[in-house]
């Protein structure tokens, strides 16, 4: 079945440094979400890649999606403390489950 | 508040017991998914419904069953229980019917096996 492989599984960074998290798949996706869950809470949608290639920011945060649609990256520049979290991608290939990936803890430091 | 309701929050029992986790979706949402977090495992999918119909199934075990009402809600049965079944259990919904769309999670329940 459909696997997505998310790493680093841990990132500790300093404030203001930057961060990225990578998700693969074993199979072609149709489109894949990112979401972030803070300690102790619940995952909450950031946003959906579609296209091929696709790129979309949102302030500090910025998501790819791979031209051959298998993979995937998001990126914060200037990390600050209220990054800390557990992101996770999630992807879907032709059918209707949702596939999330085991998600990158991400501490930040002042 | 995502609008989904899940209940209990909170459960312990013990080991060969049966339980029903419960979940609202929100209001008009007719998807609802069930995932069970552990540790180590991330999210992993269980089972999707759409409007009262399986629609896919992921890594659930046989002693776990689920059931989407005429209501919407659904339920999430899980039985024999073993120690390893300890985990958070999200339920999430979604309002369409193509399979794209964000998810929006209840607050979990989480259950203790002793």
């Known amino acids: 079945g459909q696997q997505v492989m998310q790493i680093p599984q841990y990132q500790h960074v300093q404030e203001g440094e930057d961060f990225t998290t990578y998700c693969n798949s074993s199979?072609?996706?149709?489109?894949i979400q990112w979401y972030k869950q803070r300690p102790g809470g619940h995952p909450v949608f950031l946003i959906q890649?579609?296209?091929?290639?696709e790129v979309k920011k949102q302030k500090r945060l910025t998501f790819q999606f791979g031209e051959a649609k298998k993979n995937s990256s998001l990126h914060i520049t200037a990390t600050q403390t209220t990054d800390v979290g557990t992101y996770f991608c999630a992807g879907r290939n032709s059918g209707y489950a949702l596939n999330f990936g085991k998600g990158t803890s991400l501490l930040v430091t002042p | 508040d995502s609008g989904v309701t899940q209940t209990p929050k909170h459960l312990i029992t013990a080991t060969g017991q049966r339980v029903t986790l419960r979940c609202s979706p929100r209001?008009?949402?007719?998807?609802v998914y069930w995932y069970q977090q552990s540790l180590d495992q991330g999210l992993q999918f269980l089972i999707q419904?759409?409007?009262?119909?399986?629609?896919a199934k992921g890594n659930i075990l046989e002693r776990f069953s689920a059931q989407q009402f005429p209501d919407l809600h659904s339920e999430l049965n899980l039985s024999s229980l073993e120690l390893g079944d300890s985990a958070l259990y999200f339920c999430?919904?979604?309002?369409?019917?193509?399979?794209?769309?964000?998810?929006?999670f209840g607050e979990g329940s989480r259950l203790t096996v002793l």
């Open positions: 890649l579609v296209k091929s290639g």
């Open positions: 999430a919904s979604r309002q369409g019917t193509t399979n794209t769309g964000e998810l929006f």
């Open positions: 209001s008009g949402d007719l998807s």
């Open positions: 419904y759409y409007n009262g119909e399986e629609r």
């Open positions: 199979t072609t996706l149709s489109n």
